[in-house]
């Protein structure tokens, strides 16, 4: 019998068919049109984007002109790449146009799909920009598709790392932007650590469309981006703690690895108090629950997570004597990224390598907010809707189901369970001997480069050829997913997420040409080409009729969504495939978060030794142990941005203060009202509001005064005079304080004086703003034991900010009023040593991304002048087999290691820029 909710969903559909619905009159709308468009000479497709362009100038809404701007980018597709958009395509650019996530099956043509919306956006000549996960692909797509919307009359850019300034500025600038996640967030750091306007880069954030949305917006929003500075090396401190863990047992510390955390227990503070004591790293009499000890607090507790949370081959693997951290989604390594909070130093100490110098924070935003500054957003991903939640609550987006252009022929059978890994591995490896043994080509799903290698070893011990794809073998990616759809072929794949390559059944004939070039130069590549593309075909007929792809996963992840990503790698555009899940009770998340009901519920249905137990039941009960895994990971995410949200209110804060600042001409009444705010403070400091002149601190108010002002005033004789209050005294001194500037203003030329101004308030705002989120995050560490004390966490965060917010600006207003009291002319000799400063900063590349140096200011009284910038380091020769397209040679420098290039950057300004 039907229950209501199917039954009702029978009738009238569910709610996602019903949108799909509501727009199929616009996709008549532009079918309707496509004879006429398709009428038009090239020239006239360019004459529409002028017509559209123009209509948009005068008042005509984007919506309006949907169905002619889509009907017209249909036409350039067709014409330049020689692809017609399906009816579900145009769906799928309708739904991105409204700010929608369009969830759409692997195969399904996403990248074109993203033409239509960016196009229609672009008509308003805001910009727009198409975010991909990783440089290839940003290069890949701009590539293809600028082909398209240079048909149409539109300029494209593309945005990657190591890129020349004046490229990535010209790359903005264009009507279609192609870029990296990272590099966007970056650059948009960058442009708020400038020193003049037109050195930015971004010029706003209009619309943008988010490929592969889940992974970026979700799995990598939990990273901050951030650009960091060294901070002093403390690795001889990490090489004593890490050794003192292997002495603790395991009554001293509590693992939770639902909650992915790890700490000591009573018995385990006194044990390592214990071991501190006799290694000397603590002071006799001192405890760790000392002020004094904060440090070394951290220290032992990094080391504790270094040692039981973070594993080899799993979460890092060491490479070249360097630690190479794994991204746990797409199981690529994360170049050049390290764990923060001396983290990565512990882990270092752990596996016994060279320490990098820890780091500092000098800017910092997470994706969730860089993204929520666009005006609007779209997203493509083949799995959204099991985080619809989340992507509803935090940016705002809805998840529409697009239909497949052709039904999905793919058979998704009950997972497998058996009792023990062992049982597991041999039921895979006899599947995997069943599959090849018809010509099936199989591709395997692991969780990690430990696993995936184990089964290798299985498999070779089985005689079964295959490959192996994983963070060790990241240089050969391409070539290996590009075999992994021909006949019998075995490919084990640590997480396929995010991978942004089809697996084309019979092999992948660009990939075959270009071998075969390779191979042999002198061959006619037409000919070679038709030979190849033929045996592809013939090879892909067998493949299909031995069941198409068959995806094996070892065992389930955490999200639902995953795993589902590693399904849709069968079954592409209708293709028959096959998809099973095995697994075993001694799985992480069968161990971890599967209930007592499963395993009573395996008992009942009875298992035997080898025998697999495949019932539905099996699959809810996991499905509801992952929903709540990833409800719990939202939380996580969810508090993790309520923090967040706090500086993010204050970063917009700073940033539009500066954006203000670089676009001001005359900043002489900001640094007036900054002098006159100080004069009120020290005036209310020291003259308290109704006291009397004998309470009065006159020598302390005259020491400041000399202090910040560069005032000499005779304060004390003030106070002895008749009827002279504390308004009189704040007169006389703002006075004072206005002839002084007006006196340094005729010293220098007023022009010379604007810039002044311009660039100490920039330096200043800037070096507070470094110095705030430091604080910050301490605060952060700090507030959590508050919830002891039953007090909330977020609140008690939130009211300590502001107050360290409202500190900082009181002491960014000081700091400005201080050194402007004290600039003078320079003389002749100093200003050669001030051109020669000149000379080397404006050669020296700074932090994450070639950042300005500041102008240097004129001498302070009394002072040297202002540091220049370290000169970048000669170019020099390039690491032995130092091969730029090739990661392997390398060698794994760290983010601040010389660039193995030779250029003589830092590796994290050169080829270890994010990606």
Same mark, same amino acid.
């Not at 360019?46 to 249909?74: H, M």
């Given at each position: ?7 009702? *969903? ?7 068919? *019903? ?82 996530? #369009? ?18 956006? #672009? ?11 990783? /440089?290839?692909?940003?290069? =890949? &797509? ?26 990535? *500025? ?43 949305? /889940?992974?970026?917006?979700? &799995?990598?929003? *939990? ?95 060491? =490479? ?89 022929? =793919? ?75 021909r006949l019998g072929a075995v490919t084990i794949a640590t997480n396929m997420a995010g991978r942004g390559t089809d697996i084309q059944l019979g092999g992948n004939v660009e990939m075959q040409v270009q071998d075969a070039l390779a191979a042999d130069p002198t061959a006619d590549p037409v000919a070679l080409r038709e030979r190849i593309e033929a045996e592809v075909a013939g090879e892909k007929e067998k493949v299909l009729a031995a069941g198409g792809l068959f995806v094996l996963a070892t065992e389930r992840h955490e999200s639902r969504r995953i795993d589902n990503q590693l399904r849709g790698r069968s079954g592409r555009q209708g293709d028959p495939g096959r998809s099973v899940f095995f697994l075993s009770l001694e799985d992480d998340l069968m161990r971890i978060f599967g209930s007592e009901r499963l395993e009573k519920v395996l008992s009942t249905l009875g298992m035997k030794e080898g025998e697999a137990i495949v019932h539905p039941w099996v699959n809810k009960s996991l499905e509801k142990a992952q929903g709540k895994v990833e409800a719990r990971n939202f939380d996580i995410r969810k508090t993790l941005l309520k923090f967040d949200n706090v500086m993010n209110d204050q970063r917009r804060v700073i940033f539009e203060q500066r954006l203000e600042i670089l676009e001001s001409e005359d900043l ?28 009065? &601190? ?145 050669? #020296? ?27 970048? #380091? ?11 397209? /090739? ?29």
């Amino acid at each position: 019998m039907l229950g209501l909710g199917t039954l009702s *969903r029978k009738v009238f559909g569910t709610a996602n068919d *019903r949108k799909v619905k509501a727009v199929r009159p616009l996709v008549a709308k532009i079918n309707a049109l496509e004879e006429e468009y398709a009428a038009l000479d090239d020239a006239g497709l360019v004459a529409k984007t002028a017509e559209f362009k123009e209509r948009y100038a005068k008042g005509e809404s984007l919506d309006s002109l949907l169905p002619e701007a889509f009907a017209n980018c249909r036409e350039g597709a067709k014409r330049a790449i020689g692809l017609r958009a399906f009816d579900v395509q145009l769906i799928g650019g309708i739904f991105l146009h409204q700010g929608n996530i #369009a969830e759409m099956k692997t195969g399904e043509g996403k990248t074109l799909v993203a033409t239509f919306p960016a196009y229609l956006n #672009a008509l308003s000549g805001d910009g727009v920009h198409v975010v991909t996960v990783n /440089d290839y692909l940003a290069r =890949r &797509d701009a590539g293809w598709m600028s082909k398209v919307y240079g048909k149409l009359g539109l300029t494209t850019g593309v945005v990657v790392p190591h890129q020349p300034d004046d490229e990535k *500025r010209v790359a903005y600038q264009s009507d279609i932007t192609y870029a990296t996640n990272n590099e966007l967030g970056f650059d948009y750091l960058r442009d708020n650590m400038k020193t003049s306007l037109d050195q930015m880069m971004q010029r706003g954030h209009n619309f943008a469309i988010v490929d592969e949305v /889940d992974s970026i917006l979700i &799995d990598e929003a *939990r990273t901050p981006l951030i650009i960091s500075g060294p901070m002093p090396d403390k690795g001889n401190l990490y090489v004593r703690v890490n050794a003192l863990i292997p002495s603790l047992v395991d009554e001293d510390f509590t693992l939770d690895e639902k909650a992915r955390s790890v700490t000591y227990t009573d018995e385990g503070n006194e044990h390592i108090e214990q071991l501190l004591y006799a290694d000397g790293l603590l002071p006799e009499g001192q405890s760790l629950y000392d002020p004094e000890s904060t440090t070394l607090v951290h220290h032992v507790n990094q080391a504790l997570r270094a040692h039981k949370m973070l594993h080899k081959d799993q979460h890092y693997i060491v =490479r070249d004597g360097k630690i190479v951290l794994i991204d746990e989604h797409t199981g690529r390594m994360m170049l050049g990224r390290q764990l923060s909070e001396g983290l990565h130093q512990a882990v270092e100490a752990k596996e016994g390598v060279q320490i990098q110098p820890e780091t500092v924070t000098m800017a910092s935003v997470t994706f969730q907010n860089y993204f929520r500054m666009y005006k609007k957003l779209g997203g493509m991903t083949g799995t959204a809707s099991t985080e619809a939640e989340e992507f509803q609550e935090i940016y705002n987006l809805g998840v529409v189901e697009i239909p497949t252009n052709r039904p999905i022929a =793919r058979i998704d059978e009950h997972d497998q369970v058996y009792k023990s890994a062992r049982e597991k591995f041999d039921g895979i490896v006899a599947e995997i001997k069943a599959a090849q043994e018809k010509g099936q080509p199989i591709l395997v799903g692991t969780t990690s480069i430990e696993k995936s290698e184990e089964l290798s070893q299985m498999l070779t011990k089985a005689g079964i050829a295959h490959n192996v794809l994983n963070a060790r073998q990241h240089e050969r990616e391409a070539n290996i997913v590009a075999e992994a759809g021909r006949l019998g072929a075995v490919t084990i794949a640590t997480n396929m997420a995010g991978r942004g390559t089809d697996i084309q059944l019979g092999g992948n004939v660009e990939m075959q040409v270009q071998d075969a070039l390779a191979a042999d130069p002198t061959a006619d590549p037409v000919a070679l080409r038709e030979r190849i593309e033929a045996e592809v075909a013939g090879e892909k007929e067998k493949v299909l009729a031995a069941g198409g792809l068959f995806v094996l996963a070892t065992e389930r992840h955490e999200s639902r969504r995953i795993d589902n990503q590693l399904r849709g790698r069968s079954g592409r555009q209708g293709d028959p495939g096959r998809s099973v899940f095995f697994l075993s009770l001694e799985d992480d998340l069968m161990r971890i978060f599967g209930s007592e009901r499963l395993e009573k519920v395996l008992s009942t249905l009875g298992m035997k030794e080898g025998e697999a137990i495949v019932h539905p039941w099996v699959n809810k009960s996991l499905e509801k142990a992952q929903g709540k895994v990833e409800a719990r990971n939202f939380d996580i995410r969810k508090t993790l941005l309520k923090f967040d949200n706090v500086m993010n209110d204050q970063r917009r804060v700073i940033f539009e203060q500066r954006l203000e600042i670089l676009e001001s001409e005359d900043l002489s009444e900001v640094t007036g009202d900054m002098r006159h705010a100080v004069v009120e403070d020290l005036v209310s400091q020291f003259l308290p509001q109704g006291s009397y002149a004998d309470q009065w &601190d006159t020598d302390g108010l005259a020491a400041a005064l000399k202090d910040k002002l560069n005032l000499d005033l005779p304060v004390a004789q003030w106070a002895d005079e008749d009827g002279v209050d504390q308004e009189i005294v704040r007169e006389r001194i703002t006075e004072a304080a206005d002839t002084l500037m007006t006196e340094k203003e005729a010293s220098f030329t007023s022009d010379t004086m604007r810039q002044i101004e311009k660039q100490l308030l920039l330096n200043v705002i800037d070096s507070k703003w470094r110095e705030h989120i430091v604080t910050l995050d301490h605060l952060r560490s700090a507030v959590n034991f508050r919830g002891l004390a039953q007090r909330d966490p977020l609140n008690e965060y939130k009211s300590e900010a502001f107050v360290l917010f409202e500190h900082m600006l009181g002491a960014l207003r000081e700091d400005v009023t201080r050194q402007l009291s004290r600039i003078r002319p320079l003389t002749a000799e100093e200003q050669a040593a001030m051109q020669q400063q000149m000379a080397l900063q404006a050669a #020296a590349a700074r932090d994450d991304g070639k950042l300005d140096a500041p102008m240097p200011l004129p001498r302070l009284g009394g002072g040297a002048p202002a540091p220049a910038a370290a000169p970048e #380091a000669p170019a020099g020769t390039p690491r032995e087999g130092f091969d730029e397209n /090739d990661q392997a040679t390398w060698g794994n420098p760290s983010r601040n290691d010389p660039c193995p290039c030779g250029s003589g950057k830092k590796f994290k300004q050169c080829h270890g820029a994010l990606a």
